[in-house]
């Protein structure tokens, strides 16, 4: 059966975007016939397409997956979120019957905006609503998932009170150690965020070389790698750059991959400490909706 333009109302992206406008948009996409097991995009990839299923079924996997994490059926836009806001791919696309899949590039996209105002902005408030919805619905689960690690905290720290009470034994000194390392791992400054661009920091090292902040927490630094490193285990220094002003950091090199380097940091004085409160609220700030 035919698809017409209306009938992509019972896409919330589409919703409220006149027949006309929907006939004009429709036009731009490029219609394509694929048999079964023809890859859409892979998990990680950019974004390069807005698709849409018209006719067959898309099965969406996570990586290294066998089985589907969804499977799509028509009228369905597939991984509209990545194509307009640029969010690398977190699943992969392929068709699993005959279909028919309608494409529009990205930058094809964007170029059909410009020249039709008029439908960019029913569009792009759709998409923000859209987006609403599922911050919505990730701070729920967030904060269910926070109160069961507060939950599971709490009750490690007593069962390893009672532990360290008791008489040891191989067994509990095994309980102990396991439940020293899960308390230490779980606490809050061992939580990283990552700078938004606006508010993107780096540190200048020793000898003049700039390495670029990928995640920062009050006791951990994560840099990218370095040309020249300190071993594991030994001593680092250098500034932190940030919007907010220059800080001086140092620390123990805690662990470091081909392209990247964690940093265990020591105490601020309070004079700077104050400095990267200030950067983290401003960052974290970035991801909360009060």
Not at 5 to 32: N, Q, R, W, Y
Not at 238 to 265: N, Q, Y
């Amino acid at each position: 059966m035919a698809v017409r333009p209306s009938d992509l109302h019972a896409i919330p992206l589409f919703h409220g975007l006149t027949e006309d406008h929907l006939t004009e948009l429709v036009d731009a996409f490029e219609k394509l016939t694929l048999e079964p097991g023809q890859i859409l995009f892979e998990a990680g990839s950019e974004p390069k397409h807005l698709l849409l299923l018209v006719r067959g079924e898309v099965a969406l996997r996570d990586p290294g997956a066998t089985e589907p994490r969804f499977r799509l059926s028509p009228l369905a836009p597939i991984g509209e979120l990545g194509a307009v806001t640029g969010m690398r791919r977190s699943t992969t696309a392929e068709t699993t019957q005959p279909s028919e899949i309608w494409r529009i590039g990205v930058a094809e996209l964007t170029q059909f905006f410009e020249k039709h105002g008029d439908v960019a902005f029913p569009f792009y408030h759709n998409l923000l609503g859209i987006v609403a919805d599922k911050v919505r619905r990730d701070t729920r689960r967030l904060d269910e998932m926070r109160a069961n690690l507060i939950r599971t905290q709490k009750a490690m720290k007593k069962l390893l009170e009672v532990v360290l009470e008791s008489e040891e034994t191989p067994l509990s000194k095994t309980v102990c150690e396991t439940l020293e390392d899960l308390v230490e791992h779980n606490r809050r400054i061992h939580y990283l965020v990552e700078p938004a661009r606006s508010q993107a920091s780096s540190v200048r090292l020793d000898g003049g070389a700039v390495a670029t902040v990928l995640e920062l927490s009050d006791g951990l630094l994560r840099i990218t790698r370095p040309a020249s490193l300190p071993a594991q285990g030994t001593h680092w220094s250098g500034v932190l750059v940030t919007p907010a002003g220059e800080v001086p950091v140092s620390g123990t090199v805690d662990t470091a991959d081909a392209s990247a380097v964690v940093i265990k940091l020591d105490l601020f004085i309070e004079q700077y400490a104050a400095v990267v409160r200030d950067y983290l609220t401003r960052v974290q700030m970035l991801d909360f909706v009060v």
